[in-house]
């Protein structure tokens, strides 16, 4: 139990910020009308998708844990 108390005295400001952070985007998330969900949730994706892809090309590339597949599969030619 002393070593629950001691990662809470020693995180506190990480909770705190965790929990406004968490009410913080709740409410703006809330806040969004319906006709703007679906290009935003788009826009988003779409940043994420860039991001993964980085992510996994920078894990090892054809050898490593998170390869995707052959680049010319995906259409590039090599040639540009």
Request: proline content about 2%; glycine content about 12%.
């Amino acid at each position: 139990m002393d070593t629950i108390f001691q990662f809470l005295d020693d995180n506190l400001m990480m909770i705190y910020l965790l929990l406004f952070t968490i009410i913080l985007g709740f409410e703006i998330i809330s806040k969004v009308p319906t006709v703007l969900h679906t290009p935003l949730m788009s826009g988003a994706n779409a940043i994420s998708g860039v991001y993964w892809r980085h992510f996994a090309d920078s894990t090892g590339g054809t050898d490593g844990l998170f390869y995707l597949g052959d680049w010319n599969h995906w259409g590039n030619s090599g040639d540009d």
